[in-house]
């Protein structure tokens, strides 16, 4: 069985008499890429850190390759965990070249071992004919390359990206992750990155962590994360979709105001109980034969896509995606069929909330 490279088990961080981090547990493999995804103040940048060792547990432990790295009173420094860094602001050194910047962290090496390193990782993030510029002559793009090839240079075993390419324009980001995702395969660096982009999370990742006010809700494949949430959190925050109530018949259907639907998973809930069933923007499909009636309430043009938000009779909403030939126009009536292949159903929202306060 292969031993994880990176395991957490429990970890909690607090600031002064505040928990940010409750009790988070997942192990990554050599070679996996996890993504920690969540909103604003979740924990995902002071869990990071913790794996940096740049912030102290208050329980819990850290294990790397199988040593342990931090546990309450014990925090391994950040330069003996065989670790690289990437982070949003780049932090390179303004008075050294590009080529003294990735050569910075080979400094152990001979200086023959450093220039072939160097070259490599230049050419690795495509900017081995400007190795003699200094920061400043470079894009913010350029600069989180040389960022990038930095941190690869000394081979770590794990390398910790805080939302790296979170204040570059969108195109720009994309094609930075591309190319990320190639480094980190070529080299076969296990990686672990905070993001709060859902598409560059599935794009991405191997696993991903869906954080929510400290705790980790969900540890799971992305095409888990999205056609299985565990949560009725995680299957709002990942991805887009809208909630249809209905009421179980069996254990393998759902009535809803658009028909009833087929569920591949057996429902815990008896007949009768009242659910949310999540649709997801492919489930709905025009079709002018289509059984169910709508209203165009919203288009958003994307430019190979279109999402709609459709309005029912009875007042509930759907999203429905579409390649940019089908044009819909707002106000106007849309025919659907429903192509739902993995049905998500959550009992109803009332009594779930009612529940939780008893």
């Known amino acids: 069985m292969t031993q994880p490279l990176l395991q957490l088990d429990q970890i909690a961080c607090h600031y002064d008499s505040e928990q940010v981090v409750h009790d988070i547990s997942f192990a990554l493999n050599p070679g996996q890429i996890a993504c920690l995804l969540g909103p604003s103040g979740c924990g995902k940048t002071t869990t990071l850190r913790a794996i940096a060792g740049l912030?102290?547990?208050?329980?819990?432990?850290?294990?790397?390759?199988?040593?342990?790295?931090?546990?309450?009173?014990?925090?391994?420094a950040p330069e003996k965990r065989g670790l690289?860094?990437?982070?949003?602001?780049?932090?390179?050194?303004?008075?050294?070249?590009?080529?003294?910047?990735?050569?910075?962290?080979?400094?152990?090496?001979?200086?023959?071992e450093r220039q072939q390193r160097v070259r490599e990782c230049l050419a690795m993030v495509r900017l081995d004919d400007l190795g003699e510029r200094f920061p400043h002559e470079l894009s913010g793009g350029?600069?989180?390359?040389?960022?990038?090839?930095?941190?690869?240079?000394?081979?770590?075993?794990?390398?910790?990206?805080?939302?790296?390419?979170?204040?570059?324009?969108?195109?720009?980001?994309?094609?930075?992750?591309?190319?990320?995702?190639?480094?980190?395969?070529?080299?076969?660096?296990?990686?672990?990155?905070?993001?709060?982009?859902?598409?560059?999370?599935?794009?991405?990742?191997s696993h991903i962590a869906i954080l929510r006010a400290?705790?980790?809700?969900?540890?799971?494949?992305?095409y888990r994360i999205y056609h299985a949430p565990g949560s009725r959190f995680v299957a709002?925050?990942?991805?887009?979709?809208?909630?249809?109530?209905?009421k179980?018949?069996?254990?393998?259907?759902?009535?809803?105001?658009?028909?009833?639907?087929?569920?591949?998973?057996?429902?815990?809930?008896?007949?009768?109980?009242?659910?949310?069933?999540?649709?997801?923007?492919?489930?709905?499909v025009p079709d002018l034969d289509g059984p169910v009636t709508t209203r165009v309430l919203e288009r958003t043009f994307t430019?190979?896509?279109?999402?709609?938000?459709?309005?029912?009779?009875?007042?509930?909403?759907?999203t429905c995606l579409t390649g940019s030939h089908v044009d819909l126009e707002t106000g106007r009536e849309c025919r659907i069929r429903i192509a739902a292949?993995?049905?998500?159903?959550?009992?109803?929202?009332?009594?779930?909330?009612?529940?939780?306060?008893?």
Not at 63 to 69: F, H, P, R, T
Not at 214 to 222: A, C, R, V
Not at 260 to 277: F, N, Q, R, T, Y
């Open 248 to 284: 179980v018949i069996t254990a393998e259907r759902v009535s809803t105001t658009v028909g009833e639907l087929s569920s591949e998973k057996i429902l815990s809930l008896p007949p009768g109980s009242g659910v949310d069933v999540l649709l997801r923007p492919e489930d709905v």
């Open 214 to 222: 400290g705790k980790l809700l969900q540890w799971d494949t992305p």
């Open 55 to 76: 912030e102290s547990l208050s329980g819990g432990r850290i294990l790397i390759n199988g040593e342990v790295a931090s546990k309450p009173g014990f925090t391994l």
């Open 236 to 246: 709002e925050f990942a991805g887009q979709g809208a909630f249809l109530h209905g």
């Open 303 to 318: 430019g190979a896509n279109i999402l709609y938000r459709l309005g029912l009779e009875n007042g509930e909403q759907l």
């Open 142 to 205: 350029q600069q989180q390359r040389v960022a990038l090839a930095r941190a690869v240079a000394p081979r770590p075993r794990l390398i910790l990206l805080d939302e790296p390419f979170a204040s570059l324009d969108l195109d720009l980001r994309r094609q930075l992750n591309r190319e990320l995702l190639s480094i980190l395969k070529l080299e076969g660096v296990t990686a672990v990155m905070v993001t709060h982009d859902q598409e560059e999370a599935f794009a991405m990742a």
């Open 341 to 358: 292949k993995h049905l998500v159903v959550f009992p109803e929202k009332e009594s779930s909330e009612r529940e939780l306060r008893h």
């Open 84 to 112: 690289g860094m990437v982070f949003q602001e780049h932090a390179l050194f303004p008075h050294l070249s590009v080529a003294d910047n990735v050569a910075f962290a080979l400094r152990q090496q001979s200086r023959a």
